[in-house]
């Protein structure tokens, strides 16, 4: 179909409020943990569990959504996944114990899981290699957006009508935005955005032949600056869904703050510094990609290494005005990480195998993010200290040591991915 300039921008526009709801929808399970612990008698161990539930189906079935993206229409596995996840949205606010929430948050990871591997591969058709990372960084900022309304929303909503009622909002919301996307989502052709001129992804070569599952799987595990790309993500996930899961209930039990008050605080430090940062990043990102093969790579390097001192800070410090501070800093470094997420891997994945490689990524991203809450409902429960609090705050400061080994993975990503495209150049 033709380019629009203004409608790729409309896509854009679009998929910012499925994301938006996507994670508004996986956030609100953080804000009433508190009232789940209360109500139930959950202990840390068990609100752990159910924290870590959605992250790991999300990230079983990936790489299933990602291979599924490269060979059916977008279009169609967003809108069937927005339904899905919003139904067992509803679902949660039906739970009556551990098991029962287990399962249904399972169950919503399952169906959010094909949304991502499907987005990101439409939004690099719609946006090339000039805007790709603006384009990313602007979707980007809806995960924040639906990570801070979604928490404050649903802290909210539980503190006024109890914990099961921002899951009967959010369900059908869900359901009327998947409605709206079936009137005015296209989908475009395959690889149109992949930039004609990049002799190694240029789809007057690939056109619409779609590649066999084993050669698209070994395209990617043989690339090894995706994989040291993938590595990162891990790394960085890992704390990411620490900060998702426990800085509310760590607001609650170590600075005393009201439920709804750490549901709102807990997310808005954090999520505005990044939704405020990442188009700057993204945009700062297209710029040095046209300098330097590895731009985006570095950026986010950056942001990992700087953002390592903040999350330290963060579990350690027993200063309200010192936390704010530190929780906004490593929101601006989490920003300058995200911007890149999809937009490096992309910078070394051919167009045809872009939707698998999100799915691995997000495989290897949230299985190994989804060990992040137990580690620490774990590490608070049987920690080295007498005290709950401190055992918590230990293991959120020991998150530094993972954003640490993240930065070194992709800086391994940024020289092995400028060797072999000066090694392709000079050949």
């Known amino acids: 179909m033709p380019m629009s300039k203004n409608y790729k921008w409309t896509v854009v526009g679009m998929l910012w409020f499925v994301c938006f709801f996507n994670y508004a929808d996986r956030q609100a399970i953080s804000s009433v943990l508190p009232l789940l612990g209360r109500e139930f008698k959950f202990d840390d161990l068990q609100l752990g569990w159910i924290a870590s539930a959605f992250a790991w189906v999300y990230a ?13 229409s977008r279009k169609w596995l967003i809108v069937l996944a927005c339904i899905v996840w919003s139904f067992f949205t509803l679902a949660t606010g039906w739970c009556g114990g551990l098991v029962s929430l287990i399962v249904v948050r399972a169950l919503t990871g399952l169906g959010e899981t094909f949304y991502f591997p499907s987005s990101m591969s439409m939004l690099s058709d719609y946006h090339g290699t000039e805007t790709r990372s603006r384009a990313l960084s602007w979707h980007q900022s809806s995960v924040y957006a639906g990570t801070i309304l979604g928490s404050w929303m649903a802290a909210e909503l539980a503190e006024r009508a109890g914990w099961r009622a921002p899951f009967y909002w959010f369900g059908p919301i869900g359901v009327i935005i998947a409605i709206i996307l079936v009137r005015f989502l296209d989908e475009p052709d395959r690889g149109s955005g992949a930039g004609r001129s990049a002799k190694t992804m240029d789809y007057r070569i690939y056109g619409e032949e779609r590649m066999p599952v084993r050669r698209t799987i070994g395209i990617i595990f043989r690339t090894p600056s995706a994989m040291l790309l993938m590595a990162g ?10 900060f998702l899961a426990w800085t509310p209930k760590f607001l ?8 709804g008050a750490a549901g709102l605080t807990g ?26 093969k590895t731009g985006r ?5 950056a942001g990992l290494t700087i953002g390592a001192t903040f999350v330290f800070i963060v579990g350690n410090t027993a200063s309200t005005v010192t936390l704010m501070l530190a929780m906004t800093l490593f929101g ?17 994945i051919e167009p045809r195998a872009r939707g698998t490689a999100a799915g691995i990524m997000n ?30 705050s230990e293991a959120i400061a020991f998150g530094a040591v993972i954003y640490v080994a993240g ?11 400028s060797r072999r495209t000066a090694l392709t150049t000079t050949t």
Not at 252 to 259: L, T
Not at 297 to 301: C, E, G, S, T
Not at 332 to 348: E, H, R
Not at 408 to 413: D, E, G, I, K, P
């Open 267 to 292: 997310a808005v430090y954090i999520h505005l510094a990044s939704a405020v940062t990442v188009p700057f990043a993204g945009w700062l990102a297209d710029r040095l990609s046209r300098r330097f």
């Open 363 to 392: 495989t290897i991203g949230w299985g190994g993010g989804a060990l992040g809450p137990l580690a620490v409902g774990y590490a608070t429960k049987y920690g080295r200290h007498t005290s709950a609090v401190e055992n918590m």
């Open 332 to 348: 601006v470094c989490k920003g300058f990480y995200d911007s890149g997420i999809f937009a490096s891997l992309y910078d070394v």
């Open 252 to 259: 609650v039990d170590k600075f005393h703050y009201a439920i």
């Open 233 to 242: 993500f891990l790394c960085a996930n890992f704390v990411a869904v620490i």
């Open 297 to 301: 790579m570095l950026v986010q390097a």
């Open 60 to 72: 079983a079935a990936a790489p299933v959504a990602g291979i599924v993206a490269d060979r059916f």
């Open 407 to 417: 930065a070194v993975l992709l800086f391994a990503a940024a020289f092995i991915h």
